[in-house]
């Protein structure tokens, strides 16, 4: 039985520098099928019209309003989970949607399956400029299978590179535990999170769902491939602390080979990163660097490009530069604006 006055769930909301997209958010968590929740939002800068639109809910006394000074996302998710009084826990960032079915369904598992401590759904990326729904959903843009419920997620996987949706729901008394986010790796909180819960020995499990809306905004190649080398550094740090605490020869080996792959992808990125700056010489280095850890056909054609003809290489490349992309799932619980997913 549940205690009087107690939500089932609490989201836990930080905002910043997001005023024209915050309202979306707040109607995505007003539109639930189940409506025993709670929404806490930290105008995390003090800012009047975050005040005054968050304000403007005033009548649905599920919204809460906590207010401080820029405490850095870090910061503000960890003033909304000291308020927040759930039984079940999500964050949501505040410039991303959930499903109307959100509550019913993740709340269903965790109240059947005191096994469970954690269950995470897929999502669809959804244009910030335009609005319009992407055609592929997170675990799709990654050629991941089907979610399996019943498959509990081990360790081994979570550092091989496996990053259920951020937006999920946990057991109170585990985020309690577990749920703090650390300022120095906040790019990739929501994996800390994943690895502390499943390292600890609690059970989650992912559901094939598509009941979150992540707001995919565009980056230019050069700004975009700069988050993914500051992004990749922070998960290597996360991975690799948490296979050495378990110390199990499968968790050490999936660390091997999630390290290759990380460090293969920071020498293409960071490739085209240096020649964005005009930098050949260290260009052919990150080349260098990623052929080390992985031999593929398309960074050796580059490589053999920045020899033999670079300022072709580099043209290529300033076209491109050109044009607006989209970042790859990075992280998502930093969560004050359009910030990635941290799978990969």
Same mark, same amino acid.
């Given at each position: 039985m549940?205690?009087?006055d ?12 997001t005023?024209?997209r915050?309202?979306?958010m707040?109607?995505s ?12 939002v ?29 405490r ?14 759930g ?9 991303d ?12 598992v ?31 843009n990654?050629?991941?299978p089907?979610p ?18 951020y ?8 985020w ?14 929501d ?5 502390r ?7 989650l499990?992912?559901?094939?769902d ?12 050069s700004?975009?491939?700069?988050s ?5 550094a922070?998960?290597?740090v ?28 920071r ?5 085209r ?8 010489t ?17 960074? =050796?054609?580059?490589r ?22 989209a ?7 930093a ?7 941290? =799978?990969?």
């Open positions: 549940a205690e009087p107690v939500p089932r769930f609490s989201f836990l909301s930080t905002a910043y520098r005023e024209d915050v309202a979306g707040i109607d968590v007003r539109a639930q099928t189940d409506p025993d929740w709670e929404l806490v930290v105008d995390n800068g003090m800012s009047d019209e975050m005040a005054r639109i968050v304000g403007g809910y005033a009548h649905d006394p599920r919204i809460r309003l906590v207010r401080q000074p820029n850095g996302a870090a910061g503000g998710i960890n003033a909304a989970s000291e308020a927040a009084r039984r079940y826990v999500s964050l949501l960032n505040s410039d949607h959930v499903e109307p079915e959100f509550c019913a369904r993740l709340g269903a965790l109240d059947s399956r005191p096994e469970i401590d954690a269950v995470c759904p897929d999502a669809w990326f959804f244009s910030s400029t335009t609005g319009e729904q992407l055609p592929k959903s997170y675990l799709e990654w050629g991941a089907r399996d419920e019943n498959h509990l997620v081990t360790l081994a996987e979570l550092i091989e590179g496996l990053c259920p949706y937006t999920g729901a946990v057991r109170r008394e585990v309690d535990s577990y749920g703090e986010l650390d300022a120095e790796t906040v790019a990739v909180a994996l800390e999170i994943f690895l819960i499943v390292g600890a020995g609690h059970g499990v992912m559901v094939p598509k009941l979150g809306r992540y707001c995919q905004a565009p980056e230019s190649m700004r975009g491939g700069r993914v080398l500051a992004l990749e922070q998960r290597e996360v991975v690799t602390r948490h296979a050495r605490q378990s110390g199990r020869p499968e968790d050490l080996a999936a660390l091997d080979r999630e390290l290759r792959r990380s460090r293969h992808r020498g293409v990125v960071g490739a990163v240096a020649l964005f700056d005009g930098d050949v260290g260009a052919r280095r990150a080349c260098d660097d990623a052929l080390r850890e992985r031999w593929d056909l398309r960074t =050796a054609a580059i053999a490009g920045l020899a033999l003809a670079p300022g072709v290489v580099r043209h290529v490349y300033s076209t491109v530069h050109a044009r607006p992309v970042l790859p799932p990075g992280s998502a619980a969560g004050e604006s359009a910030v990635t997913p941290a =799978a990969g």
